[in-house]
């Protein structure tokens, strides 16, 4: 067992490489889970109604935000295949079509601000609560640009595996936007309180600033020489189209995975606000394990995507399970605590004690699916870092409608059910998605994948096949 592991730690994409591209980019993702943490914390001592409100219209904004997002950060697996394939000069065409999809996704969401009232008002929450979800939802839609421009810039380091650039601009807003949270929700000094517009105004100016951070990491004459990252500019609507072709699928997948734990906690809160502020509690306690999962899977996806344009699949199927192993070896010790001390977690949140003792119910939900939650972040990372992106958005697609969203409405409105039904149909969602998409990669289909053009691949190398 020890000679295993220590091979597998010094082996190409074994655990040591793995974690050397990867730990940046769970620091990163890491810092956004933290950041929303906070972010609900400083709201739930502002009052409970703000807590209740801001999850149901940040992840109703999210979810729409995040297909574009899923699209353009698509960027960073066609760069990670172009650099494996040593076709670097391609790179620059794929930051400005990322960037021109980027602006259309931002101007999509303008479009929604005029319905934020009456969104809300069919969802059917209190006035109070309504009103306050509006108002941050419009908000964050003014804001959209920021986030949308920031992951398809990340995709230029990412793809090459150098990641540590995207960590500080992540650390760097995460920062602003904590500092903006306290300052705009409560009032101090100068700055007027504002409650859950501050909250909001917050993240939309920390997303721009993060913009201006990587226009001056990238936009430099070194990069313009080996990735073109100015003359690549020109428009390529042959690429463009490739690069939808691949990209919409992986933004569709995020976006239903998403939108499907929107309807859950747009459903929920119907039964009553303490049930609602519950959730949001639980939720945000298990993005505190789930969002370095992500960091991990951007980096499997990554590895995986240069090794597909080297011609390496048997190299990327390693690396895949090296992630997997590494990810169950964090996310093991968090269902333990999540099982052992979840006052832990649920005490910042200053909860009512009968929302806390619910809470503390639902996080048993959480430790029950957090592993199998791991099983479909990386998994789904691995096969969408070859190019199989249309089976995991038609797989997310089915389990999110017939698993979660239906049987959640059927159990809340027509059979009046207590919470822990439709959390038993969002437990048995993520079983689904990890035990299918193991099954996929499994399979090995994807390791046949390319997203770039056939004449820029290199021939396989047909190298050993590596212990999995």
């Known amino acids: 067992m020890f000679t295993k592991i220590k091979n597998r ?14 730990i940046p980019l769970i620091l990163s993702t890491g810092s956004w889970s933290i950041q929303q943490f906070i972010d609900r914390m400083f709201l739930s001592w502002h009052s409970e109604e703000a807590l209740a409100a801001a999850m149901p219209a940040g992840i109703l904004n999210f979810s729409i935000i995040c297909l574009f997002i899923g699209t353009v950060s698509y960027a960073g697996t066609f760069v990670s295949q172009y650099v494996g394939a040593k076709e670097d000069h391609r790179v620059g065409t794929v930051l400005w079509h990322s960037l021109y999809l980027s602006l259309l996704g931002a101007a999509a969401l303008l479009l929604v601000v ?51 650039p995207v ?42 600033s993060s913009i201006i951070l990587y226009t001056i990491l990238i936009f430099r004459p070194k990069y313009e020489v080996r990735f073109r990252v100015y003359s690549g500019r020109s428009f390529d609507l042959t690429f463009l189209r490739r690069f939808i072709k691949y990209g919409l699928p992986s933004g569709g997948h995020f976006f239903l995975e998403i939108m499907g734990f929107t309807g859950f906690i747009l ?30 899977g951007i ?45 832990l977690f649920i005490a910042p949140f200053s909860a009512a004690p009968e929302t806390a003792r619910v809470s503390v119910i639902l996080l048993r939900f959480v430790a029950f699916y957090a592993l199998f939650d791991t099983m479909s972040i990386l998994y789904s990372s691995a096969i969408k870092g070859a190019g199989d992106t249309q ?17 959640t409405y059927i159990a809340v409105d027509i059979f009046h059910s207590d919470l822990f039904m439709p959390w038993t149909f969002c437990a048995l969602f993520i079983v689904g998605m990890g035990l299918t998409f193991w ?14 053009e056939p004449e820029v691949i290199i021939p396989s190398q047909h190298p050993a096949n590596p212990e999995a």
């Open 267 to 296: 459903i929920l809160g119907r039964i009553g606000q303490l049930e609602l502020a519950a959730t949001n509690i639980a939720i945000n306690i298990n993005s505190l394990a789930f969002m370095p999962m992500f960091g991990l």
């Open 391 to 407: 089976f995991v958005m038609r797989v997310t697609t089915l389990l999110s409608i017939f698993v979660m969203i239906v049987p």
């Open 299 to 343: 980096a499997l996806s990554m590895s995986v995507g240069q090794n597909i344009g080297a011609g390496k699949p048997d190299l990327a199927a390693y690396a895949a399970n090296s992630a997997v192993q590494l990810g169950m070896l964090y996310m093991i010790p968090c269902t333990l605590l999540y099982l052992g001390v979840p006052m």
């Open 167 to 208: 960590m500080w601009v992540n650390v760097f807003t995460t920062t602003v936007n904590l500092i903006l949270d306290y300052l705009l929700i409560f009032g101090v000094g100068i700055f007027p309180e504002m409650g859950i517009a501050g909250a909001a105004l917050a993240t939309v100016i920390a997303g721009f």
């Open 9 to 22: 730690w010094i082996a190409e994409f074994g655990y040591r490489q793995i974690l050397v591209i990867a």
């Open 439 to 452: 099954r996929r990669f499994a399979g090995g289909k994807w390791k046949n994948m390319s997203v770039i």
């Open 114 to 164: 005029p319905f934020s009232d009456s969104i809300f008002r069919v969802i059917g929450h209190n006035e109070q609560i309504q009103l306050m979800e509006s108002t941050y939802f419009r908000i964050l839609c003014f804001g959209g640009l920021g986030p949308i421009l920031s992951a398809a810039f990340a995709g230029f380091f990412t793809g090459r595996g150098h990641n540590w």
